[in-house]
């Protein structure tokens, strides 16, 4: 079975200060591997996604994570945060089961930035 | 490309009603999954349909059912509402691309309160 661990449940940051939310997960098969963002009283949004080759994933809004297989782990990263990123952030593990995609998600991040 | 949509968008109820929730998927996305969400368990799947069939199942109990249309359009329904059914229902469609990794779009979400 796979599984999703968010490691911290609320992260505190100043703004213009670097973050990283943690993300690890198990599986016992090949993964694909998410981080959503979001917004109070809003659905998901795709930040972005690690199917596969170059382990340093970027997506929108300035966010990069890097795919660790050898410590299965998928952390992301923001150089410089700004007040628009307070939200909850959400790390998904898709496998493939039985000829589906069977998704998992962490029990999400919430980053509070401090102005 | 218009975004999910989820009507309604906030539905309040009591205990012992039955509820109705709708979801229309971006056109040509032929997957359409359903989860709960609440500050408490976190992200939740329900169940995943794709072309009418319900092929994926999460852990809820038999009150929580669904259907797909032939449009891909979705409805789920909870039958005799408890008050620990108070959540927020995401819907999220997925284009299907062969084997692999499907990325999930999601709707804003409908808010159901059980009182």
């Known amino acids: 079975a796979q599984s999703v661990t968010q490691l911290d449940s609320q992260v505190p940051v100043f703004e213009e200060a670097p973050v990283e939310l943690r993300c690890n997960y198990s599986s016992s098969v090949s993964v694909y591997l998410f981080w959503y963002v979001q917004y109070p009283n809003q659905g998901l949004q795709l930040l972005l996604k690690y199917l596969s080759g170059s382990t340093l994933v970027k997506g929108i809004n300035g966010f990069e994570a890097e795919f660790n297989k050898s410590q299965t782990s998928f952390h992301l990263r923001k150089p410089s945060v700004h007040i628009s990123d307070t939200a909850e952030y959400f790390c998904?593990?898709?496998?493939?089961?039985?000829?589906?995609?069977?998704?998992?998600f962490g029990t999400g991040t919430k980053l509070q930035v401090i102005p | 490309k218009a975004g999910v949509t989820q009507t309604p968008r906030y539905l309040i109820k009591t205990r012992g009603q039955q509820v109705t929730l709708s979801c229309s998927p971006i056109s040509g996305h032929r997957s359409v999954s359903w989860y709960q969400q609440t500050p408490g368990q976190g992200l939740q799947f329900l169940f995943e349909?794709?072309?009418?069939?319900?092929?994926n199942k999460g852990n809820f109990p038999g009150r929580f059912s669904g259907r797909q249309f032939s449009n891909s359009r979705s409805e789920m329904n909870v039958s005799t509402l408890e008050l620990g059914d108070s959540a927020l229902y995401l819907c999220?469609?997925?284009?299907?691309?062969?084997?692999?990794?499907?990325?999930?779009?999601f709707g804003p979400g409908t808010r159901l309160t059980v009182l």
């Open positions: 998904a593990v898709t496998m493939l089961s039985g000829g589906y995609q069977k998704v998992t």
């Open positions: 349909y794709f072309s009418e069939t319900q092929r």
């Open positions: 999220a469609s997925s284009p299907i691309a062969g084997v692999g990794a499907d990325t999930q779009y």
